[in-house]
């Protein structure tokens, strides 16, 4: 059942303020997600990620661009087309959930098939199949205030799935759950729309959640995809300083490119110092460029082989428990580091050494 | 006060050294229980002994002797009285009826469509609750007697047959209608408002059209509001005097209010007769208030929302004109037309109008009436006395709620829960069966408080203070607690804590529940009616007798000075506490 979606280049302006100001809150954003593939769009808030969603579901008129679902047109606002959500056959979870208030969980699971006119007996066993789905079969008959926001949420899950739709939205789910339900939500969510096969796209502001949910990732930023990729290769090869600050990349080492060997190049950095990093697409001999680094990438003494290897003063340890964060003083800047363990090896005032092996080093335009 | 107040900190603070002052807080909360029975139970309890009784009690004094439920179930089954119980359930069953449709769907065309000017609409559409009801039916009575309204006259000199008539149960039904729809706009409107958007969008995405979405999802979840409101417009039409006093008197349709008057102006007054009206009016309200608790706390629809969100307004394209248009109808009807009715029957020499040019012709105009009405001494010393006792039960209500709502919400003191119910008890009483009640307490009482301003200052108290208590409790709860704990870890006393701390920052809501207190006794009919003496005659019941002596002129031009001190009263409540005043302005008719 499940289907490919098209997105191209969806534009949505808004206007705001006095004067107006036209922005635009989606910004020619095209992609594809295939049948069967969750594609999780991760951004700060206000990048756009929801608003695209919601012309996906029909909720927002985009002002230009296309949505097709399963070969299907169903917005194109200068063909005059935009099919209503109602007829969409789409799937959506809600971040406050949405779970109607004044009836039970299976009347709630149920309201989809009724207004498709589902025949009772097909109708009532697609609402327990659904409820053994998200494991919330015995509690079919419960008013759904009485729920938990968890089970709340997997109602709200059951509900969107129980008709099969040919895609399913997820618009930051888990974001109104406590910390440890949403790992465990988390999980499972996968599980459940991987069991069904669903085409799912997925929001949220939460890096763990997208790599953990997603089979692709992107990332979004004052209402452009900056990049579109699987988690894997967002996090080893963003494709801009921006997307690798945004999934941890905290560390920027400003410096000049002395070199271009093609992949990889030096840059002059701090003292004099060179260093071997990979080169982002539009960095230029002689210019400007700052160097990304993970704090989790930076390898501690012992290092004894490989490029890029530096003397480092431990400038402060912030002992955190499962690990331990150091504030190292390299390369003329200060640089964090992260060890991993319950151990912390180094004390505050020791002098290490340090490699920075050139495959995490990603030197972007400065 | 001092000493007690500072007594139920103790309370707090089981473990100090002062432990063996233990009973200091049991002396405040009894001092409280003493002056709520005094205020709300000795009142009650007196009316009910009034409607089990048949000895006169201006005459024989209190008896207990002949207590009987015999005595009230022969007035209960007496047929003027079934008569009168009927006409105000059909009056105010009528009347709740036509506030639901015009209250929700304009609650529907502010909140939820694209209709321009909307903010106006809404602000407009609450006009009619501050106008007293007396002042509505006599602006009523102006523009649609069947003889000489404004309306049939105009429809005469068009050559229409057609009479508006409201002097008939249809024409109260109306007036209650277009003058209690702001309530059910008020409730429907914050329910529509906070619900949550995405209810809706689940449904349309769940593929339910719009209507089916309205009926399922929309619908239903509005109805508690729906419901609470309906009976609460109820109750407060049923507890109206002026109205039915004004449009049902002259077609002889008598209601509960107008028919417990009628009881104790008779010669001899049969004040058990009333008592005993006054307790089945005062059972029906009850029964109302207790049915509305229930709704708003039986189901809680309230659900999680992570984001703030805006209503869905709906694109009603051309078809937004219609919407504006409607609107603008109703802001004629109720609010327009009325004014002008007063402003030319006030200004003009007679009301009577030749043709539609005389109506602008400007020589009929003049000031007569208002110098006839200041002429009057009566007039005067009626606003003056209205302003006494407002200022004796703004400064009398203020403290005793603001003592209440303290120990409430803030104090650990015994017995705050029975307080928090006598406080209560008055929601369920109509000002009317107060008046009633305060008759009973104190007519037999030699030198007692009888035809003095403090029996109508206490009634109004007692009347207003579910209303005060609750807009001051609201107030205190918004002062964060550790605020008075700092206060007291740096060494105040529990009274220094609170004249230092909680009363600055408590003020703007202990000032703004004064002067709507203030405003609420001047305006205040009902109880007065029973309560007032030649020296204490106050506005509202002045102008009740301008009406009863048939002069329109100097009706109107009271009128239109009594709105005019509420109008400069009420901006200046509002101004003090951005818009809290007009919620309970409303509630009590």
């Known amino acids: ?366 | 006060m001092n000493a007690q107040a500072s007594s139920h900190a103790i309370g707090a603070m089981k473990t100090t050294a002062r432990q063996e002052r233990a009973w200091m807080p049991w002396t405040w909360s009894g001092m409280l229980l003493i002056v709520l029975a005094f205020l709300v139970l000795y009142p009650t309890a007196m009316l009910l002994i009034g409607a089990l009784t048949t000895t006169n009690p201006v005459v024989e004094g209190y008896k207990l002797s002949d207590l009987s439920i015999g005595n009230f179930l022969t007035v209960a089954a007496n047929q003027n009285v079934a008569y009168a119980l009927m006409n105000s359930m059909i009056a105010c069953g009528g009347g709740t009826v036509v506030a639901l449709v015009i209250g929700l769907s304009f609650a529907w065309v502010v909140v939820r469509t694209n209709t321009p000017c909307k903010g106006l609409i809404a602000s407009a559409g609450m006009l009619p609750l501050f106008v007293p009801p007396l002042v509505a039916g006599v602006a009523w009575a102006i523009l649609g007697s069947p003889k000489t309204g404004l309306i049939n006259l105009v429809l005469a000199k068009l050559g229409i047959d057609f009479r508006f008539d409201l002097y008939s149960m249809s024409g109260m039904i109306f007036v209650f209608g277009i003058y209690y729809a702001p309530y059910v706009y008020m409730f429907t409107a914050a329910a529509l408002r906070n619900m949550d958007p995405s209810l809706e969008e689940a449904a349309e995405i769940s593929g339910a059209s719009a209507a089916r979405t309205m009926a399922t999802v929309t619908f239903p979840l509005i109805l508690p509001a729906i419901i609470s409101s309906m009976l609460l417009s109820f109750v407060v039409m049923l507890g109206i005097y002026g109205i039915p006093a004004v449009l049902g008197a002259p077609a002889n349709i008598p209601v509960l209010t107008t028919y417990i008057f009628a009881l104790t102006a008779w010669s001899p007054p049969l004040y058990n007769t009333a008592a005993a009206v006054a307790v089945i009016l005062m059972m029906v309200t009850g029964l109302m208030v207790y049915a509305q608790q229930k709704v708003l706390t039986g189901r809680s629809f309230t659900t999680v929302a992570g984001k703030a969100f805006r209503p869905r307004s709906l694109n009603l394209g051309p078809w937004r004109f219609l919407t504006l248009g409607l609107a603008i109808v109703y802001l004629l009807v109720v609010v327009v037309l009325p004014s002008i009715a007063l402003i030319i029957a006030a200004f003009r020499k007679f009301l009577f109008i030749r043709d539609i040019p005389a109506i602008f012709d400007m020589k009929q105009y003049g000031w007569q009436h208002f110098i006839k009405m200041f002429d009057n001494p009566l007039t005067v010393q009626s606003m003056i006395n209205s302003m006494k006792v407002g200022l004796i039960t703004a400064v009398v209500g203020g403290i005793l709620s603001f003592a209440i709502g303290y120990t409430i919400t803030r104090s650990q003191a015994p017995a705050r829960r029975t307080i928090d119910m006598i406080t209560t008890i008055p929601v369920a009483i109509p000002g009317l069966v107060i008046g009633v009640a305060y008759l009973w307490a104190w007519i037999g009482l030699p030198g007692g408080l009888y035809g003095t301003f403090w029996i109508l200052a206490l009634a109004f108290v007692a009347r207003f203070l579910p209303d005060t208590v609750k807009a001051l409790s609201t107030s205190l709860m918004q002062i964060h607690r550790e605020l008075e704990e700092a206060a007291w870890i740096c060494g105040r006393s529990l009274f220094g804590t609170i004249t230092s701390v909680v009363l600055p920052l408590a003020r703007p809501g202990v000032v703004a529940a004064m002067t709507l207190l203030f405003i609420l006794s001047i305006r205040e009919l009902g109880s007065s009616l029973f309560l007032y003496s030649s020296g204490t005659m106050v506005m509202a019941v002045q102008l009740l007798g301008y009406y009863e002596g048939g002069n329109i002129g100097i009706t109107a031009a009271f009128s239109l000075v009594q709105m005019v001190l509420l109008a400069v009263l009420i901006s200046f409540t509002n101004y003090l506490s951005r818009g809290a005043a007009q919620g309970s302005v409303g509630r009590s008719g």
């Open chain 1, 1 to 366: 059942m499940s289907s490919e979606l098209h997105v191209d280049q969806l534009r949505k302006v808004f206007t705001t303020g006095k004067p107006p100001v036209e922005k635009a809150a989606v910004d020619n954003v095209t992609f594809t997600i295939a049948a069967g593939e969750i594609v999780v769009l991760l951004g700060p808030s206000g990048c756009g990620k929801t608003t695209t969603l919601r012309c996906v579901a029909g909720l927002e008129h985009p002002t230009s661009g296309q949505i097709r679902i399963g070969g299907t047109m169903y917005t194109d606002p200068q063909a005059g087309v935009l099919v209503p959500p109602r007829n969409r056959n789409l799937g959506m979870v809600f971040q406050s959930y949405a779970v109607w208030p004044h009836m039970t969980v299976r009347q709630n699971v149920a309201y989809p098939l009724k207004a498709r006119g589902t025949p009772k007996a097909e109708l009532e066993k697609a609402v327990m199949q659904a409820l053994d789905l998200v494991e919330l079969a015995s509690y079919a008959d419960r008013p759904v205030t009485q729920l938990s926001g968890g089970q709340m949420q997997r109602v709200a899950l059951a509900r969107s799935m129980v008709y099969q739709p040919q895609i399913l939205l997820l618009d930051e789910p888990l974001s109104n759950l406590d910390a440890q339900l949403r790992l465990r939500l988390r999980d499972d969510l996968r599980q459940i729309i991987k069991r069904v096969g669903l085409t799912a796209l997925y929001v949220t502001h939460d890096q763990t959640e997208a790599v953990v949910l997603g089979d692709r990732i992107g990332v979004m930023r004052d209402g452009k995809l900056l990049q579109l990729d699987t988690p894997r290769e967002i996090y080893n090869h963003p494709a801009d300083l921006f997307v690798a600050g945004f999934t941890g990349a905290s560390n920027v080492i400003e410096g000049r490119l002395v070199s271009n060997d093609g992949a990889f190049g030096t840059v002059a950095v701090g003292d004099n110092q060179r260093l071997t990093a990979r080169l982002a697409a539009g960095v230029k001999v002689d210019a400007a460029v700052k160097i990304a680094l993970r704090a989790d990438n930076v390898l501690m003494a012992p290092v004894t082989e490989g490029p890029n290897r530096f003397r480092a003063t431990i400038d402060a340890q912030h002992y955190q428990g499962t690990q331990t964060v150091y504030q190292l003083g390299l390369l003329g800047a200060r640089i964090e580091a992260m060890e991993v363990g319950s151990s912390a090896r180094f004390e505050q005032g020791a002098t290490i050494e340090v490699g920075l092996p050139p495959e995490i080093c990603w030197a972007y335009p400065g």
